[in-house]
């Protein structure tokens, strides 16, 4: 399985721009890159996807590099809400079934 | 809509007892699982379901029953519970194996 890798934590000040890497560097051409976070012990909460285009939502911006072997959320513009644990996953279809491979995520802290 | 509801949110069991772990969705999702999330491990598939009448095993299935009567309930059954199943227990579901999955809210539950 692909494996993901992530900095522990990072501090962002509140009304900023969160920028949350992540590498990926054994990804296949047909996993799809998935972010969720999980605040306190809440069930985690999708952000966003992607496979090789950059994607936007409400929540968040995925960049996604040309090679897939690394990529960057983006939180334009962070709340002190948005302290959370955020993961990086590759998405994986194994059989019928589908596997989430979590690693240990960043800790995000919002700073007023 | 509801989302994914389980119940109970907090579960304390002595060793060898058994119990079922409540979980439901409402957004006509065919596909259903279980995780278990330990700390500093991320989340680990228990069981998974592709549609009603039908379930498999994850990658930690042992000492787990699952069955799926309908397409709106998956319950999660621990036959004997043993001090290694204290654990978090999330349940996630989603239009197919290949779309996002949304996760429930957790039940945490310690095997004394």
């Known amino acids: 399985d692909a494996k993901t890798t992530q900095p522990p934590s990072m501090d962002c000040a509140e009304g900023r721009a969160a920028n949350l890497p992540c590498n990926h560097s054994t990804i296949s051409g047909n996993e799809y890159v998935y972010w969720y976070r999980q605040i306190h012990s809440q069930g985690p909460q999708y952000i966003i996807h992607g496979l090789k285009n950059n994607e936007t939502n409400e929540m968040a911006s995925l960049i996604i590099t040309e090679d897939r072997k690394s990529s960057t959320l983006i939180l334009p513009h962070a709340t002190l809400r948005d302290t959370a644990v955020y993961y990086c996953i590759v998405r994986v279809i194994i059989q019928g079934a589908q596997k989430l491979v979590f690693g240990q995520g960043t800790r995000l802290t919002i700073n007023p | ?112």
């Open chain 2, 1 to 112: 809509n509801a989302g994914v509801t389980q119940t109970p949110k907090f579960q304390v069991l002595k060793t060898g007892q058994s119990m079922t772990l409540q979980c439901a969705q409402d957004m006509n999702h065919e596909y259903m699982s279980w995780y278990r999330q330990d700390p500093g491990m991320g989340l680990r598939l228990i069981h998974y379901s592709v549609g009603a009448g039908i379930t498999d095993q994850g990658e930690v299935p042992n000492g787990y029953n699952v069955s799926r009567s309908t397409t709106e309930d998956f319950p999660l059954r621990l036959l004997s519970a043993a001090p290694s199943q204290t654990s978090v227990y999330f349940c996630a579901s989603s239009f197919g194996a290949g779309d996002t999955q949304y996760f429930g809210p957790g039940t945490r539950l310690t095997v004394l």
